[in-house]
């Protein structure tokens, strides 16, 4: 699709439908791509009901670079970033079209940040491993944006507000990380393992947050005391949800598309805006 008839899909896009919405997506381990449990038929269903996109941008919590790019790509191709733990998942290829244009375009709607081109990324698994099941025809172009990692949170919820216009556009957002996600205390024996008092306790105080869209404490996460430390030792999978948030627009609902736990460690939360 080029970025003419693109435009031209997009007007009349915006006189028909409502604006996309907008998903933050607690993907986990990339073992739920071979999965069937209650987290992978929540997206299932999920799938069902969205609207075909023109295009689909993935944030993920795997494309951490320095500085901020994004995927021109007309051929992403499956990208296997993890360890040779289930060969099933080395049989798995999600390989949409990719969308250089659309890409282009977030290059001129972003002023925060020089938003530059990567011609060789493909998708990691913070994208397919939940593609598969929300649009398994795969028949959607997919591009990523990539995450950097040098800047501080509210950069990132400020990035997230510059790329609302591509909703009015029929561009599905999906923001592909964690809200809670410590791999040093994981228990990998057990993905049913009882989640930690510290998961639990973060992982609501988000849930009444966003409730409450009251975003500044989720922005200034590192504040909130020991239970947020302990959920993100890291921030590499929470930063997409920040994207999300600056998604969001006024008022726009947010619901809980599925609240679950994993390996002890990991919040699975998956939520929709809009």
């Not at 997230?160 to 561009?171: E, P, Y």
Request: aromatic residues 12%.
């Amino acid at each position: 699709m080029q970025l003419q008839e693109f435009n031209k899909i997009s007007e009349q896009y915006k006189t028909r439908h409502r604006k996309m919405p907008v998903l933050f997506i607690g993907h986990g381990h990339p073992i739920n791509a071979v999965l069937d449990n209650d987290f992978t038929r929540s997206l299932t269903k999920l799938g069902k009901t969205l609207e075909k996109p023109n295009a689909i941008l993935v944030v993920s919590a795997h494309w951490e670079t320095v500085g901020t790019y994004v995927s021109v790509n007309p051929r992403p191709r499956t990208i296997y970033d993890f360890g040779r733990f289930d060969d099933r998942l080395f049989q798995i290829s999600y390989e949409p079209a990719g969308q250089p244009e659309i890409a282009r375009n977030v290059k001129k709607i972003v002023s925060m940040t020089d938003v530059m081109e990567d011609a060789g990324m493909g998708l990691d698994h913070g994208a397919w491993t939940v593609l598969k099941y929300i649009r398994p025809e795969a028949d959607v172009p997919v591009f990523e944006m990539s995450v950097d990692y040098t800047r501080q949170p509210d950069f990132h919820f400020g990035l997230g507000a510059q790329l609302r216009s591509l909703r009015d556009r029929g561009v599905l957002i999906i923001c592909s990380g964690n809200i809670v996600h410590n791999l040093r205390l994981t228990d990998w024996h057990n993905i049913d393992a009882s989640p930690y008092e510290w998961n639990l306790e973060f992982d609501h105080f988000v849930k009444r947050r966003l409730d409450d869209r009251d975003f500044q404490p989720l922005i200034n996460y590192f504040k909130i005391g020991a239970s947020a430390m302990l959920s993100v030792p890291t921030n590499d999978h929470y930063l997409p949800m920040l994207y999300s948030l600056g998604l969001a627009g006024q008022d726009e609902p947010i619901t809980h598309i599925y609240e679950g736990y994993q390996y002890a460690a990991m919040s699975m939360r998956c939520f929709q805006i809009g």
